[in-house]
């Protein structure tokens, strides 16, 4: 007998409707890259263009990469710049006179690299550095401005790199900023997962913190990343003690230092689970440079929160394995690769610049245990499991 031939056609139809209800129900492993502090990159007074060039490849290592690790978000933990948006001063050497340089340059070495990301509409959130405001670096001799602390102004950053400029206007995954523009929140989706990143300042005063509480509240039942600048200190002998220099860079403000801000707003959200940060690395030996930590605390709903410091601006061992031959930062990125199957999150280390992986085999990359170079960690209550 003979099947009919709309029943063959109904069976591949029926056979075809199964198998893409499969595929789509399969666990998509997903990634968030973490660009370290890239001020040595864009630092005019470094050698040039060797910094820039080393930038503006991680942005395309990111693009390249974006289909292969899946990647879903991108999030910079600060100090793009280094000398802020004031002019700074060189001093004398040798028979070179001192200058007072323009930092203008930096800002376009920066927006240049960044330019290479944003066109190719990876989502991605940008977290402002001490290094990044306007009087950084402004000098205190006669005739100028005076010394730069508190540190205040965010002119500059606003127009590169603010919710108006063209890297965020009209997208989607772009959600505003706070009213002082140096604050801002986008959103993401991992294997049909939403997720919140909030792009938060350097020590962020408490304003900015009701800011953020009022876009966590628009946002119940996401996952929540919070990226800021200065968190975790790094730590040879095991430490994780949170790292605070608002004394120093905030001094008279209401700016809050990491343990307050843990105390008045993330232990306080139950649905944050990690917290990125830079900004802190100890002195560089031979030009390598531990800028790496991990804390693991519970917030009041009894869930994990993961913080994970990565600073590698101090690395300045290049391609030819010189200690001073790449600007700092030695083109490292972390990459934390979200293994739905296995419910795991593996925390890594790559720079495109060498072409290496850090604590792999059991090598000591930055001088300590591979362990905080390359590890994972279960995924926390936080991300709801697949039903």
Known sequence: MTTPRWMVTLGAMLA????????????????????????NYSDVTMAQPRGEETFALEMQYLVDQREAKNIAFVTFVGDIVQHGDGRFR??????????IMDTRAEWDIANRAVSVLSRSGVPFGMSPGNHDYDNYSWWSEPGGPGASRPLSGGRAWGFYFGSTSPHFVGRDWYGGAS???????????????????????????ASVLDWAQGVVDAHPGLPVIVTTHEWLSPSKTGETQRSDSTANSFAGTDHLSPDQVWDRFIRKNPMIFLVLSGHAYLPAVDGVSLGENLRIDRNDAGHPVYQVLQDYQANTVGPDGQATSANGGGGWLRFVRFDVARRKMHFYAYSPLLDRYAGRDGEATFGV????????????PQIPAKR
């Open 369 to 380: 245990a591979p362990g905080l170079s390359d590890f994972e960690l279960d995924f926390p």
């Open 16 to 39: 075809a409707s199964w198998l893409g209800l499969a595929v789509g129900a399969r666990a998509q492993d997903f990634t968030v890259a973490v660009v370290p502090d890239t001020q």
């Open 179 to 205: 009213a002082n523009g140096l604050n801002s929140w986008q959103t993401f989706v991992g294997d049909g997962q939403r997720y919140l990143n909030l792009s938060l300042e350097m020590d962020p005063p």
């Open 90 to 99: 060189i001093p004398a050497v040798g028979d070179a006179p001192a200058r």
